[in-house]
Each structure stands twice: as structure tokens, then as C-alpha cells.
């Protein structure tokens, strides 16, 4: 199993540019979620699913939108940059009930720069 | 609403010693603990969990937290410190009253630096 995935591990955008950052799982799990890293902040949860076709928001949505079409895939998408949104992008993702749900399995992260 | 505190940002210890990293938390009904490590450029790693039962609970790599109700605290231990525990420590809480969706909260992160 390649666990939890995510493409790019770096990018650099321009304030008002978008982009998808992709995030995917081959572990059939219900639950996947995003949270962005920032200094002194922790993990801040930005969107969530709990299924296909089921998203909903976090503590920070604001300036990103998510989509579930596939229990494998939830692609996070800024629709224009902007530089408070340098950081750096995890997804998660877990089985939504019993005994394994409690373990949230990360992926390696996105680095996002906006100048 | 739930919120975890990690008091100490940074935490230096001599390899040898025991380590603690301290975690304190807030929920409305019973709450679900974890410890996560994050190595230098990588994502977080599970290291232990508390849901219920016994208040000392064993994870990976030789580390321990013990459940503290009425302090509500949640505090990671290990009683021998290694040069490669140097990381970052993340203590996150889920409110065991919500649904299986509920979400999970993070702290701020504590930085384990382990001297030789």
C-alpha cells in the first residue's frame, strides 16, 4: 500500500493564480480531511469528507474548495492565492467507524509558497 | 468547543534522561487523546492513543502518555531519551460524543530537542 499520497511536494504561486493540490488514498478509507501547517499554529483543519460526494467545512475553509467524487481522491483547490495561504498542506485520511478509526494516517505534505 | 494546549514550545533534554512533553485538553464529553511525531520535511506519524481503559498507555519507539481526568491532561513520556527522538510533537483530542465524523484537534506542537 502507497498509504496517503500527495502531488506536488512543492509549488510556488503567484497572488490570484489557482491551483489543485491532489491527495489521494488506496486504503478505502471513509474519511479524509486537509489541514495546513503553519508556525506556532499547529494543524488547522480546512475541509473534510466522510464520503463520496460528502464534504464539509473545517476551522479555516475560506479561499478553498474541496470535492469527493471518489472515495480515494479529495483534491484541494485555491481559487486565488493569496500569500496568507503560504503554508504547508497536509491530507489525512482514516476509517470513519470502528477500532482503526481513531489512527489518522498523514501524507508527506505540500509546500506552498505564494509571492 | 474542544482545544488542546501545549504550554512548552520547545523542550531540551540530555540523551539518557527521561523526557516529558506536556498536554492539556478541553472537551464537553469524554475525550479520545493521541500523540503524533513529525520528523524533519516528512507528515505526522501515529504514536499512541487513549480511548478508554488503563490511564498509562504504550506506543511506539518506547513512548508512553498517562491520562489524567481530573487535570485533563495527557502528558508523553519516556523514561530514556535518544538523539533520534528530536522532532516535533503534536497532541491532538476528538470528542468521544460526537459522531464517528467528529473532527480531531490538534495542538500546537511541541519541539523535542534531545542533546548528546
Known amino acids: 500500500n502507497a498509504g496517503v499520497t500527495q502531488t506536488p511536494k512543492f509549488q510556488v504561486l503567484k497572488t490570484g493564480q489557482s491551483m489543485t493540490l491532489q491527495c489521494a488514498q488506496d486504503?478505502?478509507?471513509?474519511?479524509m480531511s486537509w489541514y495546513r501547517q503553519d508556525p506556532g499554529m499547529g494543524l488547522r483543519l480546512i475541509h473534510y469528507?466522510?464520503?463520496?460526494?460528502?464534504?464539509d467545512q473545517g476551522e479555516v475553509p475560506n479561499g478553498y474548495n474541496v470535492s469527493r467524487s471518489t472515495t480515494e481522491d479529495f483534491p484541494l483547490r485555491l481559487l486565488s492565492a493569496a500569500p496568507s495561504q503560504t503554508s504547508v498542506y497536509f491530507c489525512?485520511?482514516?476509517?470513519?467507524?470502528?477500532?482503526?478509526?481513531?489512527?489518522?494516517?498523514f501524507g508527506p505534505g505540500t509546500r506552498l509558497t505564494v509571492t | 468547543a474542544q482545544s488542546v494546549a501545549q504550554p512548552e514550545d520547545q523542550v531540551n533534554v540530555a540523551e539518557g534522561n527521561p523526557l516529558t512533553v506536556n498536554c492539556t485538553y478541553s472537551?464537553?464529553?469524554?475525550?479520545?487523546l493521541f500523540w503524533y511525531v513529525q520528523y524533519p520535511n516528512r507528515g505526522l506519524q501515529f504514536l499512541l492513543k487513549?480511548?478508554?481503559?488503563?490511564?498509562l498507555v504504550k506506543g511506539s519507539y518506547g513512548f508512553e502518555a498517562e491520562f489524567n481526568k481530573s487535570q485533563t491532561s495527557f502528558h508523553l513520556k519516556k523514561p530514556s531519551a535518544l538523539v533520534s527522538d528530536s522532532a516535533l510533537y503534536f497532541c491532538?483530542?476528538?470528542?468521544?460524543?460526537?459522531?464517528?465524523?467528529?473532527?480531531?484537534?490538534f495542538g500546537s506542537g511541541t519541539r523535542l530537542s534531545i542533546r548528546p
Open positions: 489525512a485520511s482514516r476509517e470513519l467507524a470502528g477500532g482503526s478509526s481513531y489512527e489518522q494516517y
Open positions: 486504503m478505502n478509507h471513509e474519511y
Open positions: 469528507s466522510v464520503g463520496a460526494g460528502i464534504t
Open positions: 472537551v464537553s464529553g469524554n475525550p479520545y
Open positions: 487513549y480511548i478508554t481503559g488503563d490511564n
Open positions: 491532538a483530542v476528538r470528542d468521544s460524543r460526537g459522531s464517528s465524523a467528529s473532527k480531531i484537534i
